[in-house]
Each structure stands twice: as structure tokens, then as C-alpha cells.
């Protein structure tokens, strides 16, 4: 194992996440109450939030609070995807009017700049979400941006910059409600006290899940290949969950939304691949329920990440790891993501691959495209 990349480094980031993320709290409500003017909010028809990586996957877990919250259709998409082809096509019929959100860490990264850029050319109002003030992406934005102070941890995959990143998405999203009258003000600063309150769940959850996560890993040292299913806001934690296992061990992993997994893993040539089903109470509860029976009657090894109280999922499962805990679906990514964080950075032990494989070149700049690629996955 290297001395410089560990996977404990990627532990304790996930323990204190709960701690940090609570004291980062007033400091990002305040910053997103104002980096919109109420004006340009009320002008808003349509979001899009673009990013790559982990700032990707977490516009896809916050596409449900914009919507149901906010109000306004949302479309999270890659950054490539705005940059080279949404782009060009974005509505812009009234000044302001969509806003298009650029996320990066690192305010770094050359897609997202670009389609900032680009949206930006189209007449759409822009905001960069980054912790970085004079990076490309708020160069791009031309300073405007939400910036996020952000501890950095270079040795492991990033897990408080993604759930400090979807945190403020999740801010944002109740701020455009509050304007745009969706609800009065009472009800905005109860969400977003329910929204801190989920840091205490996720203490919990951590808690509980921690030991069931470390004997899995045990279990599962030999095993080459594992699945994540999730639907509505917990598909971008699907994704996010097998990012985190290929970051942390070089395992191959899959993130797939819960029902495209039955048009598509009848074909897998290894009928126990381990399957962690993410599957909080909500809409798509019901039709994983009937899936877990159907991978059970395949031969997949189902690993339920559902609530504590859970029996349905549970009692078909292989293994829980449980959430400690009620929250809301639309706030639930910032919970459900910690059983593949944990598990990640614990098969990283068990196969004595260290965190991201040292790199062994690959991040090289002449592989990068002459673009700068981080190694905290958020691209």
C-alpha cells in the first residue's frame, strides 16, 4: 500500500463528513441567498446543471428538489453534453432566462468551463458552483459564481466535496422556491433546517453501517465486478457508489438506473455479481422490491441499502446496510451514497490496491487531451 495514498485517508473523510458539512452549512446558505437576485429568479423558466464526474452525479441527484421544491423543470446533463450540443440549442427567450449551473471543485476543468462558456453566448444566466474563484469555470462565468470552501483531501476520492456540492444544489433549489412563491418563507427555513438535519442521520448511518460495510469488503476481496441500481434522485448514487469502487480499488463497477438493470443484466455471463440495490422509501420503492425478487432468482448476491426499518427489501437481501433515519426522497442522495463510500474505501483494504492505483501514469497530461484532469472525481 503507498505511503501516500491510503484508504484511510478516504475513512476519515467519510466519518467527519457529517461534522464538516454541518459547519459548512451557514456558511453555503448564506452564499446561494445571494448569488441570485430575486429579479433573476423570477425571471427563471428552466435549469439545466451540467458538470463531469462527481459533478455530475450530483446535478442527477438534485434534479427531484428542483422540480418539486423549486418548481421548475430541470435537466442535469454532462458537461460535454451543454458544451458541444445542449448549448447551442438552449430556449433563451427572455434575458436571464434559463440558468445553466456549471460545477467544479477545482474550477478547473475545461468541459465545464466551456459549457459555461458557451451557455453563456446563448444568453443564459450562469452561475459556477466551485471552490475555486480564479479557476477557468468562474473566469468563464465571469464571476459569478457560488464558491464552496471546501476542505480539499488530495489522497482520497472525493466524498465531503460531492455531498458539500449537491448540499448547495439542494440550497439553491429551496431558494428559488421561496421567490418564486412556491412556498412562503416559514416553510423554506423549515426545509432547509430538515436539510441539516440530515447530517445527523448520516452520523447515524455511519455508524450503523460502518462494521456491516468493513465485512462485506472481507467477503468480497476476490470478487472483480460489482452493481448499483438506483432510481429518480439516488441514479446519480448509483453512479456516484461504482465511481468510488473504481477510484478506491480498481474494481470494475456499473451505476445503473433501477429499471433499465432488468433490459440489460439477464445477460451477464456471472450470475452472483453483487447487486446493492439503493432503495429509500419513495415512488421507485415498489418496483425494486419486485426486482430484488428477480435477482434473487437469478443467483445475484443483493446487497439492500434501504432504511433501518425496512423488511420488504431486507427480507429478500443478502446483506443490509442500513439508514438510520427518516429524509425526505429529494434530500436522500446526501444518506444513500455512504454504504458505497464505505464499502469502497474498505475493499480498498482488503485488496491492497491503494486509492486511485497510485495513478500509474495515467493521469498523465499528454492522455488528458492537453486539458486538466483531478483526481477527486469530480472531473
Known amino acids: 500500500m503507498s505511503e501516500n ?111 459555461i462558456t458557451q451557455a453563456r453566448k446563448r444568453g443564459a444566466l450562469v452561475l459556477g458552483l466551485t471552490g475555486n474563484p480564479d479557476g477557468a469555470l468562474a473566469k468563464a462565468a465571469q464571476g459569478h459564481i457560488a464558491r464552496m470552501h471546501i476542505p480539499a483531501n488530495p489522497k482520497a476520492p472525493g466524498t465531503t466535496s460531492y455531498a458539500a456540492n449537491l448540499s448547495a444544489l439542494l440550497l439553491l433549489a429551496i431558494r428559488l422556491g421561496e421567490i418564486r412563491n412556491s412556498y412562503h418563507q416559514t416553510v423554506a427555513n423549515e426545509l432547509r433546517a430538515e436539510l441539516r438535519g440530515v447530517y445527523d442521520v448520516m452520523a447515524a448511518t455511519i455508524e450503523a453501517t460502518a462494521p456491516v460495510a468493513s465485512q462485506l469488503a472481507d467477503e468480497y476481496a476476490s470478487v472483480p465486478e460489482f452493481v448499483f441500481t438506483g432510481h429518480g434522485p439516488n441514479y446519480g448514487s448509483a453512479l456516484f457508489s461504482a465511481a468510488k469502487i473504481i477510484e478506491a480499488s480498481g474494481a470494475s463497477a456499473w451505476g445503473q438506473d433501477t429499471e433499465e438493470w432488468a433490459h440489460l443484466q439477464y445477460f451477464c455471463r456471472h450470475s452472483d455479481t453483487p447487486t446493492f440495490v439503493i432503495a429509500p422509501p419513495g415512488s421507485g420503492y415498489s418496483r425494486a422490491v419486485e426486482l430484488v425478487k428477480v435477482m434473487k432468482r437469478i443467483g445475484r448476491r443483493v446487497v439492500a441499502v434501504v432504511d433501518s426499518q425496512d423488511t420488504e427489501i431486507a427480507g429478500l437481501a443478502d446483506v443490509v446496510l442500513p439508514v438510520v433515519g427518516k429524509v425526505r426522497e429529494a434530500f436522500s442522495p446526501l444518506v444513500y451514497t455512504l454504504a458505497g463510500e464505505l464499502f469502497a474505501a474498505q475493499h480498498s483494504r482488503v485488496t491492497g490496491e491503494p486509492p486511485f492505483r497510485n495513478f500509474a501514469g495515467v493521469y498523465a497530461m499528454e492522455n488528458a487531451g492537453g486539458n486538466i484532469i483531478y483526481a477527486e472525481g469530480e472531473g
Request: aromatic share 6%.
Open 5 to 115: 495514498l491510503r484508504y484511510e485517508d478516504m475513512l476519515a473523510e467519510i466519518v467527519a463528513q457529517p461534522k464538516n458539512l454541518s459547519g459548512l452549512f451557514e456558511q453555503m446558505d448564506h452564499m446561494i441567498r445571494d448569488v441570485l437576485s430575486p429579479k433573476q429568479i423570477l425571471s427563471l423558466h428552466r435549469v439545466f446543471l451540467c458538470g463531469c464526474g462527481d459533478s455530475h452525479h450530483a446535478p442527477l441527484c438534485a434534479e427531484m428538489a428542483f422540480e418539486s421544491l423549486a418548481g421548475l423543470p430541470c435537466e442535469p446533463m454532462t458537461a460535454m453534453q451543454m458544451a458541444r450540443y445542449a448549448a447551442d440549442h438552449i430556449p433563451a427567450p427572455f434575458p436571464d432566462d434559463p440558468l445553466v449551473v456549471g460545477i467544479s471543485v477545482s474550477g478547473s476543468v475545461a468541459r465545464t468551463a466551456e459549457a
